[in-house]
């Protein structure tokens, strides 16, 4: 029903930027709350920032005036600014996809991505 690919990924040094674009498929996708999770080795799926069909959104604490999440449904696609990255944000990033409203639990969104490597180096 939905396909997400993301890309963007990167070797960035620490205070630098990168933009993750996540392309979907489907007709339906302008209804769909997206969200972005991150998972570093040895810890669990991390929520990072979601957002609405209706604009609203959602960030982590850890994230939060940093990460920019945003969508342009007429490309079916949703983006993930960063800035002022940190060693702490690298991680495997995906991108998600539910029918419902925004929730910071992996196990409540039902589509994901194949994930984009995003490396931070101090």
């Known amino acids: 029903q939905v396909q997400l690919v993301e890309s963007g990924g990167g070797l960035v040094q620490a205070g630098g930027s990168l933009r993750l674009s996540c392309a979907g498929s489907g007709s339906v996708f302008s209804s769909y709350t997206m969200g972005w999770f991150r998972q570093a080795p040895g810890n669990e799926r991390e929520f990072v920032a979601a957002i609405r069909w209706t604009s609203y959104t959602d960030y982590a604490d850890s994230v939060k005036d940093r990460f920019t999440i945003f969508r342009d449904n007429a490309k079916n696609t949703v983006y993930l600014q960063m800035n002022s990255l940190k060693p702490e944000d690298t991680a495997v990033y995906h991108c998600?996809?539910?029918?419902?409203?925004?929730?910071?639990?992996?196990?409540?969104?039902?589509?994901w991505g194949q994930g984009t490597q995003v490396t931070v180096s101090s």
């Open positions: 998600t996809a539910r029918l419902g409203g925004i929730s910071g639990l992996a196990g409540d969104y039902n589509y």
